[in-house]
């Protein structure tokens, strides 16, 4: 079977939650909280990363079938690769042996392989040389008889049956090297892959930091933080306030936050006790 992995060495929940400055030294009693939320989080976005994949993927062996003379003309095998690639066993989530969460968006197994489209010849029109099927293609292609269509479509039965399309391999690695015609050259749709594989776990990477940032922010922060506005110059500011260790009121303007050091740090106004802006204020928000 041939799988596809992202070098992405930390791509999981502890190691996003450290590049985060989370550990169970920094946050002893939520950790646990946090690691159990940052993994189905990586989970969850990595699946919608692996059904895009699928249906890309799909897409991408249609447009290198049209490029291949027999699968152009004898559209059938499209729809017989796209509804094998359809089979739900193909999309997955799994871990490596370094823990690194990983897209599976193809099965080439349950495609199946040219040991499997033998059988499969075998059991429809197993006799014949090459230049015997070289004759039936070539009456079809004339409109002579349609002896070839009858045996592919058959093929494809059988195939579909078992949501198979063996022939993917004879399109990623050509058929040069076999008893088979017409010739076609390679088209390489499967490992040409390995780019839009990791361009989008590096995508689905950035998106779990951003989405465990937010989970982050609330448990840290939030939690202690009352809604509130203030009225600055006709200017309404949605925020947050706080009473500081010193006693002194705090507001945060909303979207102000950022993350600096594996803290989180704001911008807003030091309050009188009665909630009007004394000056501007910056610094770290509350844990």
């Given at each position: 079977m041939i799988e596809f992995?992202?070098?992405i060495m930390d791509f999981n929940p502890i190691g996003l939650l450290n590049r985060m400055g989370v550990n169970s030294i920094t946050y002893?009693?939520?950790?646990?909280f946090f690691v159990g939320e940052a993994a189905i989080i990586i989970e969850t976005r990595v699946r919608l990363s692996a059904v895009f994949l699928n249906k890309l993927l799909q897409t991408e062996f249609e447009k290198d079938m049209y490029l291949i003379a027999e699968y152009a003309k004898f559209t059938r095998y499209m729809s017989t690769l796209k509804l094998a690639l359809s089979n739900p066993k193909h999309v997955g989530v799994y871990w490596d042996k370094k823990n690194n969460v990983q897209a599976r968006f193809v099965n080439t197994d349950l495609l199946g392989d040219l040991n499997d489209l033998s059988e499969i010849q075998k059991m429809v029109h197993p006799?014949?040389?090459l230049a015997h099927w070289i004759s039936i293609y070539n009456a079809w292609l004339a409109g002579r008889n349609n002896l070839y269509a009858t045996i592919i479509n058959k093929r494809l039965d059988i195939m579909e049956s078992q949501s198979m399309a063996p022939f993917w391999e004879l399109i990623d690695d050509g058929n040069d090297r076999y008893n088979a015609w017409p010739k076609h050259r390679a088209q390489h749709t499967l490992k040409s892959f390995r780019f839009v594989y990791n361009r989008e776990m590096l995508t689905a990477y950035f998106e779990c930091m951003r989405?465990?940032?937010l989970i982050i922010f609330a448990g840290r922060?939030?939690?202690t933080l009352t809604a509130s506005t203030v009225e600055k110059d006709n200017v309404v500011y949605p925020g947050y306030e706080w009473t500081s260790r010193s006693g002194r009121?705090?507001?945060v303007?909303?979207?102000?936050?950022?993350l600096?050091?594996?803290k989180y740090v704001g911008k807003g106004f030091f309050l009188s006790p009665k909630g009007l802006i004394l000056k501007r204020w910056s610094g770290w928000l509350p844990r």
């Open positions: 992995k992202h070098r002893p009693f939520r950790y646990r006799g014949g040389t989405l465990i940032e922060g939030f939690r009121k705090i507001f303007i909303s979207g102000s936050e950022k600096v050091g594996g």
